[in-house]
């Protein structure tokens, strides 16, 4: 009997392991990871086990060949055998690193949708790691806090994919995504809310903006009125870099209608109810001599628009030329640009220039703005569609 027990414990020596399960390249911070003790020959009921671990106070299981923890450091293990006290040596230690946990970046595409497009949601958690389901919410305005949010489609187990379909998507709306895994299930935070855009109409909630065009000199101050199915009403704004703050942070809200302070400044511009999103408008400012006077909501087909071109004055500028991604057009007359029935392929970055520069002035050339053209929207059953939303 000494003769055996010797035996396995020379063959045994060295060959302990400490392996971790899930073997996830990155394990964070409150998430529970299960160290297994593993002897190759064998390893059956005659073994018991000894642990090193990072946390001196309590080993959860000291005896057993698996144990848990969710406490960084190395750890490493013995087995003994039961009945002989004849011992493996340590095993190489395991490195067990947390990280904190990850917020994902949570991406639209496309930012701006017509009536029926579809729009990919695409969730990521850097670095990368294995494992992962994903979950998806809608975030629903709360006037009084942010956002509230819910889950798309009321899935609670998540996807395994990182993106996500809105089909018919209609109206302006925000999203957030989070990550988890594990039993039970370790969630990463939120990612920010990120909006999909629609220039739209919505009769629930609608912005107007004055005056009434995309671009604005950057000293004019401007009006922004929400109308709709609601009487409590939220303008929002996100700025170039995607921060967003409502009128309170940079105007003053009088009922349903935020004046700016005296300078405006360029950002997606939008309202929100308890219930709705509005259409919303990419408002940009300028410190130039000249500006594009162009629609802030999309042209629907076959419907006519004209673009104008505006001194800093606010006069109308009359000897002009228009641009189209960056090509002139031929068809600039009187310092308007009228398109009669536009079609999809009028879409487009859109500039004017003045042609001879009155006294004093120099940058005759405005900034571009993007014109969008819509489909009927009549031809969208969007209440069947955003049912499916929810
Ligand atoms: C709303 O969000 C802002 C920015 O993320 C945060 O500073 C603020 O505390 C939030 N307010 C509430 C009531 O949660
Ligand atoms: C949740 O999503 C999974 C995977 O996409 C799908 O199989 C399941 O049917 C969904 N559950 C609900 C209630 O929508
Ligand atoms: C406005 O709200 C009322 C009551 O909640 C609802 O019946 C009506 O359909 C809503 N109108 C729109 C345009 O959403
Ligand atoms: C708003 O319009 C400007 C100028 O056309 C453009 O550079 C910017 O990307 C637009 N912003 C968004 C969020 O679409």
């Known amino acids: 009997v000494k003769c055996s027990h010797y035996f396995i414990n020379l063959i045994t020596i060295n060959s302990v392991q400490a392996v971790v399960k899930p073997n996830w ?11 297994t003790c593993g002897i190759e020959e064998g390893g059956g009921s005659e073994w018991e ?26 750890y490493s293990c013995k087995g003994r055998l039961k009945d002989g006290g004849s011992t493996t040596e340590w095993s190489d230690a395991f490195t067990v690193k947390t990280s904190d946990v990850p917020q994902p970046v949570l991406t639209v595409s496309p930012s701006w949708t017509s009536p029926g497009d579809s729009v990919t949601l695409t969730c990521s958690v850097e670095p990368p790691s294995a494992g992962w389901r994903f979950f998806w919410y809608q975030a629903v305005p709360e006037l009084s806090l942010n956002y509230t949010y819910e889950l798309l489609a009321g899935n609670t187990t998540g996807t395994e994919q990182d993106s996500y379909i809105l089909h018919g998507q209609t109206h302006t709306a925000g999203y957030v995504c989070r990550a988890g895994r594990g039993d039970p299930v370790f969630y990463t935070l939120y990612s920010d809310v990120m909006f999909v855009w629609s220039g739209g109409v919505n009769p629930a909630a609608s912005l107007t903006v004055s005056p009434h065009r995309l ?118 007359v009187g310092g308007e640009l009228l398109i009669s029935a536009v079609t999809k392929s009028d879409e487009g970055f859109y500039k004017c220039r003045g042609r001879n520069s009155p006294p004093g002035l120099e940058t005759l050339t405005s900034a571009e703005s993007w014109l969008s053209v819509e489909r009927e929207y009549e031809s969208f059953p969007s209440d069947i569609r955003l049912i499916s939303l929810k």
């Open 25 to 35: 390249p990155e394990i964070y911070s409150g998430e529970t990871i299960t160290l």
């Open 215 to 332: 671009q604005h000199f950057s000293t004019e101050s401007l009006s922004l009125s929400c109308e709709g199915n609601s009487t409590e009403w939220r303008l929002m704004k996100a700025d170039e870099s995607g921060f967003m703050s409502s009128c309170s942070y940079w105007g003053q809200m009088t009922g349903s209608t935020c004046n700016t302070d005296t300078r405006a400044s360029s950002g997606v511009y939008w309202c929100e109810s308890a219930t709705q999103s509005s259409n919303a408008a990419n408002i940009t400012t300028h410190s130039g001599d000249v500006i594009l006077v162009s629609p802030v909501r999309p042209v629907t087909e076959g419907h006519s628009v004209t673009l104008g071109c505006m001194l800093r004055t606010k006069e109308h500028l009359d000897n002009v030329d228009f641009y189209k991604n960056d090509k002139l057009l031929p068809n600039g």
């Open 49 to 74: 086990y000894e642990w090193r671990t990072p946390d001196y106070y309590t080993p959860p299981n000291p005896r057993g060949s698996m144990m848990t923890s969710s406490v960084r450091g190395d």
